[in-house]
């Protein structure tokens, strides 16, 4: 089993930058693919940045201000934001799938087996 606790986000104006951590514990060996997903009001629950093996995944609408990274020895996901708009308001989920994934499965929900409990991110004009 995989447990996965996000952390960092928050209310922060347009423009502004913020850091999402996700913590993973349990039987991390298991994990091949790790994401970011947001989610809101009203919305379905979208892809935002993965990594599988050693590919990066981004959407075309978040390139340039979200970058995504691994710390392998803290086993700890982290997704930078840079020039926050409001339409980056959401809860913020990290997941974690047992399979390698690539398009277009990465940017689906189904195949992941784990997911944290989400962080709200709020962005005010």
């Known amino acids: 089993q995989v447990q996965l606790v996000e952390s960092g986000g928050g209310l922060v104006q347009a423009g502004g930058s913020l850091r999402l951590s996700c913590a993973a514990t349990?039987?991390?060996?298991?994990?091949?693919?790790r994401a970011w997903f947001r989610q809101a009001p009203g919305k379905e629950r979208e892809f935002v940045a993965g990594v599988s093996g050693r590919l990066t995944y981004n959407t075309d609408s978040v390139k340039g201000r979200f970058t995504i990274s691994m710390d392998n020895a803290e086993n700890t996901l982290y997704l930078q934001i840079n020039s926050l708009k409001p339409e980056d308001t959401a809860v913020y989920y990290c997941?974690?799938?047992?399979?390698?994934?690539?398009?277009?499965?990465?940017?689906?929900?189904?195949?992941?087996?784990?997911w944290g409990q989400g962080t709200q991110v709020t962005v005010s004009s």
């Open positions: 349990g039987r991390t060996f298991s994990v091949y693919t």
């Open positions: 997941a974690a799938g047992s399979s390698l994934m690539s398009r277009p499965t990465i940017f689906g929900t189904r195949l992941y087996d784990y």
